[in-house]
């Protein structure tokens, strides 16, 4: 299985900041990275798929970019809707895992 | 307006079975694979199963392999998965949700999820 790690595990930011989440394939993933954003009790939502295209409606705040099996999520600038918790998932072959999370909070 | 309602959670014994429904409306359920996401209390986010839009490929986790049976219905617009064999750690939050893109596609819209809780 491929397994995917995520840093930092959760951080403090402020409004404005510029926050940014990496997350690592123990294997080849080509570009199958998606990124998901989930707030208290509610469902996922989609931010960025195939680790660079930028989901219908999503803010352009947000960005992804790759390098080898290494995947960044990047938020320009920080605004209060975006304190959430961030997973990354592959979706090159099954089991489709998921990152363990990165929980953004208040600072 | 795309919309996925998964029913049928509750509280079940450790060895029982429920079967979740996820009913969906404002696409063409046909046209999409599907799959099933859970999530522990407290916990992150595991992928359960996969279902082409013919039924004719499915994929499990090894950790309900044999015990979890995905199905879907194209002429309700429904999805299902059924439950053999619970256990505790099967306690969460199971969410369906559409793939855009086929097989490697993303998950791009999600159900409200339905809580399966598995105690004696």
């Known amino acids: 299985d491929i397994q995917m790690t995520q840093s930092p595990s959760s951080l403090s930011a402020s409004l404005g900041d510029r926050v940014t989440i990496t997350c690592r394939a123990s294997?080849?993933?080509?570009?199958?990275l998606n990124w998901y954003q989930q707030k208290a009790g509610k469902a996922p939502e989609v931010l960025i798929y195939?680790?660079?295209s930028l989901q219908s409606g999503v803010p352009s705040r947000f960005s992804g970019s790759k390098s080898g099996t290494d995947f960044t999520l990047t938020i320009s600038s920080l605004q209060p809707e975006d304190f959430a918790t961030y997973y990354c998932?592959?979706?090159?072959?099954?089991?489709?895992?998921f990152g363990p999370g990165t929980k953004v909070d208040i600072k | 307006e795309v919309q996925l309602v998964e029913s049928g959670g509750g509280l079940v014994q450790p060895g029982g079975s429920l079967r979740l429904s996820c009913a969906v409306s404002g696409f063409t359920f046909i046209n999409y694979s599907m799959n099933w996401v859970r999530q522990a209390p407290g916990k992150g986010l595991e992928w359960v199963s996969y279902i082409s839009s013919s039924s004719s490929t499915i994929y499990y986790a090894d950790s309900v392999k044999g015990r979890f049976t995905i199905s879907r219905d194209n002429a309700k617009n429904s999805l299902y998965l059924q439950m053999n064999s619970l256990r505790a750690e099967d306690t969460a939050v199971f969410y369906c949700?559409?793939?855009?893109?086929?097989?490697?596609?993303?998950?791009?819209?999600w159900g409200q999820g339905t809580l399966v809780t598995v105690s004696s």
């Open positions: 294997q080849s993933i080509s570009s199958y």
């Open positions: 949700a559409r793939a855009k893109g086929g097989y490697s596609g993303y998950f791009d819209n």
């Open positions: 195939a680790a660079s």
């Open positions: 998932q592959q979706s090159y072959i099954t089991p489709f895992t």
